[in-house]
C-alpha cells in the first residue's frame, strides 16, 4: 500500500547482529500490527501496538509505535537464522464509508548469515 | 480449531474462465478480508466485510466480486481469470479491527 512504506526493503545481517526494520504511515493510525511471513507461507502475528509510545517484545524482536510520528519500528536483537522471512507492518486507517480496514506495506525481506 | 481454512491451496486456470476462492472460519469472527499478494507489493486488500451482509471494497477490487450470506464464509470469485490476476490470495479473519487478524495458509493461483 503507498500509505504504508517500510524501509528497508531488504536487509542481509550476520548472525548476531541487531537490525531495525522502519514503517511510516501517511494516514491516521488506529492501530499497527507486525507479522512475519517465511517464505512461501502464511503469516504469523507477532503483535500489536495501539497506543503512542507503546513498547512490546515477543522473544528477542520488539516494536515501539510513534503515535505522533506515525511511525513503528521492529528491532530484531542478537538475530538468528530463524528470524529470516518477511516482515509486513500492517495498520487500521479509515477509509471512506467510515470503516476501518487493515491495510499492509511492502514488506522487509530480511537474510540471516551464520 | 481449525482457524481459518482457505480452498483449494493452488489452482491454474484458462484466461477467461471464472472461480470462487473458499474462505471459512470458526471462530465467529465478524470482520473478514481478502489479499493478494504479489512480489515487492506486500499484500493488497481487495474486499473485505464487516459482518453477514455488509462488504466494501478495499485497494484492489476490480474483476473480483464477494459475498457475505454467513458469519462463518467468505468467498471471493473472480469474474473472468486474467493473467494479472495471477497471485496468492490470503483471507484473514478478526474479532474486531482493533484485534490480531488471523490468516489462512492462502491460495495460489496462476491464470494462462
Known amino acids: 500500500s503507498q500509505e504504508l512504506e517500510q524501509s528497508p526493503q531488504s536487509l542481509i545481517v550476520q548472525e548476531g547482529k541487531n537490525l531495525t526494520i522502519n514503517c511510516t504511515s501517511s494516514?491516521?493510525?488506529?492501530?499497527l500490527y507486525w507479522y512475519k511471513q517465511k517464505y512461501g507461507e502464511g503469516l504469523i502475528f507477532l503483535m500489536m501496538?495501539?497506543?503512542?509510545?507503546e513498547e512490546k517484545s515477543h522473544e528477542k524482536i520488539t516494536a515501539k509505535l510513534d503515535e505522533k510520528k506515525q511511525q513503528s519500528s521492529l528491532h530484531i536483537t542478537a538475530s538468528q537464522p530463524s528470524h529470516a522471512g518477511i516482515y509486513l507492518c500492517?495498520?487500521?486507517?479509515?477509509?471512506?464509508?467510515?470503516?476501518?480496514?487493515?491495510?499492509f506495506g511492502a514488506g522487509t525481506r530480511l537474510a540471516v548469515h551464520p | 480449531n481449525a482457524g481459518v481454512t482457505q480452498t483449494p491451496k493452488f489452482q491454474v486456470l484458462k484466461t477467461g474462465q471464472s472461480m470462487t476462492l473458499q474462505c471459512a472460519q470458526d471462530?465467529?469472527?465478524?470482520?473478514m478480508s481478502w489479499y493478494r499478494q504479489d512480489p515487492g507489493m506486500g499484500l493488497r486488500l481487495i474486499h473485505y466485510?464487516?459482518?453477514?451482509?455488509?462488504?466494501d471494497q478495499g485497494e484492489v477490487p476490480n474483476g473480483y466480486n464477494v459475498s457475505r450470506s454467513t458469519t462463518e464464509d467468505f468467498p471471493l470469485r473472480l469474474l473472468s481469470a486474467a493473467p494479472s490476476q495471477t497471485s496468492v490470495y490470503f483471507c484473514?479473519?478478526?474479532?474486531?479491527?482493533?484485534?490480531?487478524?488471523?490468516f489462512g495458509s492462502g491460495t495460489r493461483l496462476t491464470v494462462v
Open positions: 501496538l495501539q497506543k503512542g509510545g
Open positions: 500492517g495498520a487500521v486507517v479509515m477509509f471512506s464509508g467510515g470503516y476501518n480496514k487493515l491495510i
Open positions: 484473514a479473519s478478526s474479532p474486531g479491527v482493533r484485534y490480531g487478524y488471523t
Open positions: 471462530m465467529n469472527h465478524e470482520y
Open positions: 466485510s464487516v459482518g453477514a451482509g455488509i462488504t
Open positions: 494516514k491516521t493510525l488506529y492501530g
